[in-house]
T-cell receptor, first 111, second 116 residues
């Protein structure tokens, strides 16, 4: 069945270092969404990418959607302790609207 | 503008019991989706309700059922609880019109269910 995979599972960085998480889908996606879940919290929507090769920036966060619309990445420049949490990518299941989530990348930042 | 609310926050049940979880969507949203998030995993889609009907369903047994009310709020019911049902249950609301769209989903704080 359709799968969404994320790597790495965990990432430990020193504050100020960069961080990247990668997302790969077994099928072409119409769009991809990214969510952040703080420890003990719930997923919070960050962004949605729709176009092939699309790149969007939110301050220190850069999101990219691959040309084939099967992979995506999230890059954080100069991490801060407030970036701590688990980052999930999610894509729609086939032609339906519900989402398939990756297992997430858990980011810890050492001050 | 209230976001998505869920109740209760935490719940402890024993195997074989039944549980009902509740969700009120974000104001203006008409669609409610339920997800199960096991520890260390991403949310897994259970089902989605729109216009008081189950619109889509994930790979969950019939022990999981739901309902949507005219005010768009929703309930998730789980019968014959198993230890493996212990998880964070998330409700997400969105606005989906007659044509499928992939709008962002607003998640509630979740209900932490523990089955002993």
């Amino acid at each position: 069945g359709q799968q969404v995979m994320q790597i790495p599972q965990y990432q430990h960085v020193q504050e100020g270092e960069d961080f990247t998480t990668y997302c790969n889908s077994s099928t072409t996606l119409s769009n991809i969404q990214w969510y952040k879940q703080r420890p003990g919290g719930h997923p919070v929507f960050l962004i949605q990418l729709v176009k092939s090769g699309e790149v969007k920036k939110q301050k220190r966060l850069t999101f990219q959607f691959g040309e084939a619309k099967k992979n995506s990445s999230l890059h954080i420049t100069a991490t801060q302790t407030t970036d701590v949490g688990t980052y999930f990518c999610a894509g729609p299941r086939g032609s339906q609207g519900n989402l398939i989530f990756g297992k997430g990348t858990k980011l810890s930042v050492k001050p | 503008d209230a976001g998505v609310t869920q109740s209760p926050t935490h719940l402890i049940k024993t195997r074989g019991q039944q549980v009902t979880l509740r969700c009120s969507p974000k104001s203006g949203h008409d669609t409610v989706s339920w997800y199960q998030q096991a520890l260390g995993q991403g949310p897994q889609f259970i089902f989605q309700y729109y216009e008081e009907e189950e619109r889509q369903r994930g790979n969950f047994p019939d022990r999981f059922s739901g309902h949507q009310f005219p005010n768009y709020s929703s309930e998730l019911n789980v019968n014959a609880l198993l230890l493996g049902d212990s998880a964070l249950y998330l409700c997400a609301s969105s606005l989906v019109g007659l044509r499928d769209s992939y709008n962002e989903q607003f998640f509630g704080p979740g209900t932490r269910l523990t089955v002993l």
